[in-house]
């Protein structure tokens, strides 16, 4: 059972322009959501994270959105480089279960010139 | 030291054979994950520690898997019998407490014949 969804296996972007990525949870429990990108044949990388006690995250390009009643998360990048291309993984953790990360089925995300 | 060694980064052992993968974490964190990447995107947690204590082995297939680890040594996974089905990805990710973000190694893959 998929409690981590990613609806959006891919998305191609313009370099400059912002990306958008969405994800959404169906486990109440969860109270901690990260993004990590990963490149080929690389372990995932963590970039930001949020507490659900927040509903907004920034660090330098990217932002993290919290919308705990749609369960719902999105990552925003701003502005896109060519070494944003990459797969972006979402990935939750709850009280009941702590340090077991359920993750999403990643977003390929492509910035092009 | 700063990243999370893992070796090593390709293991071949035909069917019914024993492998065996390890994982350095980051100095100082007392906390370590496995997880097992099957499919190209899918993040199955296996099991973690609290330094040399096991913490939630929810996600280990009890038969044949094993892990460990150990004062001033690596932590290690071990599958006895291999099967083919085990051919993936093993990821090995360390944080340094409860409220910290996990840091994954590059990974070992790990083929079955």
């Known amino acids: 059972d998929q409690q981590v969804k990613q609806n959006s296996p891919s998305l191609s972007v313009q370099e400059g322009r912002i990306s958008i990525l969405n994800c959404d949870y169906t486990?109440?429990?969860?109270?901690?959501f990260l993004w990590y990108k990963k490149y080929p044949a690389e372990g995932p990388t963590f970039l930001i994270s949020?507490?659900?006690?927040?509903d907004k995250n920034e660090d330098g390009r990217f932002t993290v959105f919290l919308n705990k009643s749609a369960k719902h998360l999105s990552l925003h990048i701003v502005p896109s480089q060519p070494g944003d291309s990459a797969v972006y993984f979402c990935?939750?953790?709850?009280?009941?279960?702590?340090?077991?990360?359920?993750f999403g089925a990643g977003t390929q995300v492509v910035v092009t010139p | 030291g700063e990243e999370v060694a893992q070796t090593p980064k390709h293991l071949v052992r035909g069917e019914g054979q024993k492998a065996k993968l390890y994982c350095a974490p980051i100095?100082?964190?007392?906390?370590v994950f496995w997880y097992q990447q099957v499919l190209k995107n899918e993040f199955k947690f296996l099991i973690s520690?609290?330094?040399?204590?096991?913490?939630?082995e929810t996600g280990m297939p009890k038969e044949r898997f094993s892990a460990k680890c150990l004062p001033n040594s690596p932590c290690s996974l071990e599958i006895q019998a291999t099967k083919l089905e085990d051919s993936a990805v093993y990821f090995c990710?360390?944080?340094?407490?409860?409220?910290?973000?996990?840091?994954f190694g590059d990974g070992t893959r790990l083929s079955i014949l």
């Open positions: 990935a939750a953790v709850g009280t009941d279960s702590w340090g077991k990360l359920q």
């Open positions: 486990n109440s429990m969860f109270d901690y």
């Open positions: 990710a360390s944080s340094k407490s409860k409220s910290q973000p996990q840091h």
């Open positions: 520690f609290q330094n040399e204590n096991v913490f939630d």
């Open positions: 949020i507490s659900s006690i927040k």
């Open positions: 100095k100082g964190h007392s906390y």
